[in-house]
């Protein structure tokens, strides 16, 4: 059983910065594509920015120019830089893999608050 470990989360001012951690707790495969999503009280869970294996990056409109993704898919880990954070990116935000084998995987999700 593969358990994505997500951290970094927490409380921050408007304008801070937050960097997301998320490793997979075991190896024996490679990512084809690392994610995070978020969910926001009462809204849907949405893509916010991903990577793929042959170093495609995705960043939702939304985040452009502020969040970077990053990672090592060979080792299953993916990192997300936050900068000049907004009370609307308050969220509870979600690692998720998916194999090169077609397998998805999802973490238990790390609470971000934006608030003064």
């Known amino acids: 059983q593969v358990q994505l470990v997500e951290s970094g989360g927490g409380l921050v001012q408007p304008g801070g910065s937050l960097r997301l951690s998320c490793a997979a707790s075991?190896?024996?495969?490679?990512?084809?594509?690392m994610a995070w999503f978020r969910q926001a009280p009462e809204k849907a869970r949405e893509l916010v920015a991903n990577v793929t294996n042959t170093g495609k990056e995705y960043l939702a409109e939304s985040v452009r120019g502020r969040f970077t993704i990053s990672g090592d898919l060979a080792k299953n880990k993916v990192y997300l830089q936050m900068r000049s954070l907004q009370t609307e990116d308050t969220a509870v935000y979600f690692c998720h893999l998916q194999s090169i084998y077609g397998d998805p995987y999802w973490g238990q999700g790390t609470q971000v608050i934006v608030s003064s």
């Open positions: 075991r190896n024996f495969f490679s990512s084809a594509v």
